[in-house]
């Protein structure tokens, strides 16, 4: 079957560095989205890997392994706002998303 | 605004009776998708359009759920006799298929928040 695997909850200090890990196995792979969603609210995009490495977007990071089946998130600085869910999903060999449970994140001041 | 959006926001309903949901994706989006939301979890795929054309409906738990987009713009999802169990947000993103720079971004509505008592 098809897995996406990722902390139910986090937390963190306004400020700091959290990184949000995220592991899969899905039947063929064509990317993997990191989206925020605040409670309540649509989630929203942050970014799209499909080769391996880092791609930086302001103080958003993710990474991407594709042979560990391995991506993470990366926030710097984080501020209040920063609290929400983040999913992590996975496009497979049929372009379907298949979605993580998300993470909770909580950011403490 | 230019974003997607869905009404109702809220919809209670008896089990048993029909209810209906709309969406109105980004003008000029070609994929419109459906996906199910339950407390706490990520959206699970229902169904999804190219235009008018519904090219895979694979994650629709039932018959009695059906869904069309026969203009290829707007779209309702009907769930027929609701149970208990369909209680859920329900969420439609709709994509510019082809984008070359961000080819499979999705864009979301807040989606319709159904609580079948």
């Known amino acids: 079957g098809q897995n996406i695997d990722q902390p139910t909850e986090m937390t963190a200090t306004e400020g700091a560095i959290v990184q949000i890990n995220c592991t899969y196995q899905?039947?063929?792979?064509?990317?993997l989205f990191w989206y925020q969603q605040h409670a309540g609210e649509a989630p929203t995009f942050l970014s799209y890997?499909?080769l391996d490495g880092l791609e930086e977007k302001g103080r958003f990071s993710s990474f991407l392994s594709r042979s560990k089946g391995y991506s993470y998130l990366l926030l710097k600085e984080l501020q209040m706002k920063d609290s929400a869910s983040y999913l992590c999903a996975v496009l497979d060999s049929n372009y379907q998303l298949i979605w993580g449970a998300g993470t909770k994140l909580i950011i403490k001041p | 605004g230019a974003g997607v959006s869905q009404s109702p926001r809220y919809k209670v309903a008896k089990r048993g009776q029909d209810v209906a949901l709309r969406c109105d994706p980004i003008?000029?989006?070609?994929?419109l998708f459906w996906y199910q939301q339950a407390l706490g979890q990520g959206p699970e795929f229902l169904t999804y359009?190219?235009?008018?054309?519904?090219?895979?409906k694979s994650g629709l738990p039932s018959d009695r759920f059906f869904a069309e987009r026969p203009e290829g713009s707007v779209s309702t999802l009907k769930i027929q006799r609701t149970q208990q169990e369909d209680s859920a947000v329900y969420l439609c993103?709709?994509?510019?298929?082809?984008?070359?720079?961000?080819?499979?971004?999705?864009?979301f509505g807040p989606g319709t928040r159904l609580t079948v008592t």
């Open positions: 003008s000029g989006h070609v994929s």
């Open positions: 359009f190219q235009n008018e054309a519904q090219l895979d």
């Open positions: 899905t039947s063929g792979f064509n990317g």
């Open positions: 993103a709709s994509s510019l298929a082809g984008e070359l720079s961000k080819p499979y971004e999705q864009y």
């Open positions: 890997n499909v």
